[in-house]
């Protein structure tokens, strides 16, 4: 290329520094879900990440946005966003992760290296490090998300009683970590697995990465004792989806920083949380904690009988509303039909929603969410069968926007009435 026609090229190109200008209508008019072929839908369904969670506030995606023209350190603003994260829920310190999966393996892994720098660009190669090595916790609170402690190379050993426990404890224990959505199951309850850990000088963790509402969950387990508590930012919070939150003692989040980017050589290196998210997980729990949470649940509640009253009275159908104890505390609306009256099943009801105009995602079993895996119908095998010859759909309110029930209880009504005899 000449010098005459790299000058012409340059002349179409933006000035150095410049910010290239697109009108905003453009941006704005712009369907991409349409151009592309994605399906949206009305979710009834709740806040699964195979849904992509959930709709962050408009206040959020402000944040995100204006955030996004501008350079800063990210320690700065995981130094600053931590010290007004940590006030709003009564820790000691706090940290915004790539999710609760995130903060489940930097948590440990802080527990692992401490400041230790040698340490931190071991992991997960523990062998002849010195560096413990086991996590414990309940038969019942070894879910599939446990494999975030994996990560750091660590195992798990479970127990079911506290004599278990006593017995387990070695040199080589890390942790002694809690599930919270199936504290019910296991036979040692919070205070004394906290207890536990305070008698033996060794660090409690909490997973609460869906236990809110209610709200009071997010001081709750500080409260309480637990150095360590794992949530989830992008559900009832309603921050970025690909954002958590890891809470706790002062030295432990110090030493997940060590561990966390934007440091090199860590084994958590891909958990990368960039400015804006950070900031937009603050800004989501700030609102978030500003709610009128009575107001909020009585139009929760408003939307589900809504969706009961239109279908009722239909012959063969009965419904039913239950506020699940733990988990995502809201109401649910369990829908059940007389298959000799409505020839359907729960599955074929939930792909003629999903499959209609607009589409709508509800579920068809009475499985509580986290049974459910990375796509609709992927389970559990040990829960599979609970699906085998289902009646029945379940729907939730909290993530509808305002409106969308009166669509939900038109589509099921009319499925209802198309499958009756």
Known sequence: MNRRELLKGLTVLPLAGATPQVPQSTIRERDIFKELGIRTFINAAGTLTYMSGCIMRDEVVEVLEST??????????????????????????????????????????????????RKVEQLPHLAGTGMKSEVICQKSHNERYNHAFLNTGC???????????????????????????????????????????????????????ADVPPVSNLWKFNEMGFDLVFISGGKAIRGPQSAGILMGRKDLIAAARLNSPPRGFTVARGHKVNKEEILGMYVA????????????????????????????????VTTKITVPELGNVTPVLTINWDDTVVKLTGRQLRDRLRDGHPSIEAQFSGLPLYHYQAGSDSIDPAV??????????????????????????????????????
Request: glycine share 6%.
């Open 68 to 117: 996004s023209h501008h350079f800063c350190m990210i320690d700065e603003v995981q130094d600053k966003v931590g010290e007004r994260i940590a006030q709003l829920v009564h820790s000691e310190a706090a940290m915004v992760t790539c999710g609760a999966f995130s903060a489940m393996t930097l948590g440990l892994a802080g527990i692992l290296t401490g400041l230790d720098v």
């Open 155 to 209: 195992t798990i050993v479970e127990v079911e009683t506290v004599e278990d426990v006593e017995k387990a404890i070695n040199e080589k224990t890390a942790l002694l970590h809690f599930l919270n959505i199936v504290s019910n199951a296991g036979q040692i309850k919070h205070e004394e697995w906290v207890a536990l850990g305070k008698k033996h000088n060794i660090p409690t963790s909490i997973d609460i990465a």
């Open 285 to 316: 729990l700030e609102k978030y904690l500003s709610n009128d949470h009575e107001k909020e649940w009585k139009t929760w509640e408003n939307r589900i009988a809504h969706i009961q009253n239109a279908v009722e009275g239909l012959k063969g």
């Open 384 to 421: 599979a069968e609970t699906l085998k010859g289902g009646n029945l759909v379940r729907v939730t309110a909290w993530m509808l926007q305002p409106g969308e029930e009166k669509i939900v209880a038109r589509r099921i009504k009319e499925e209802l009435l198309t499958a009756s005899v």
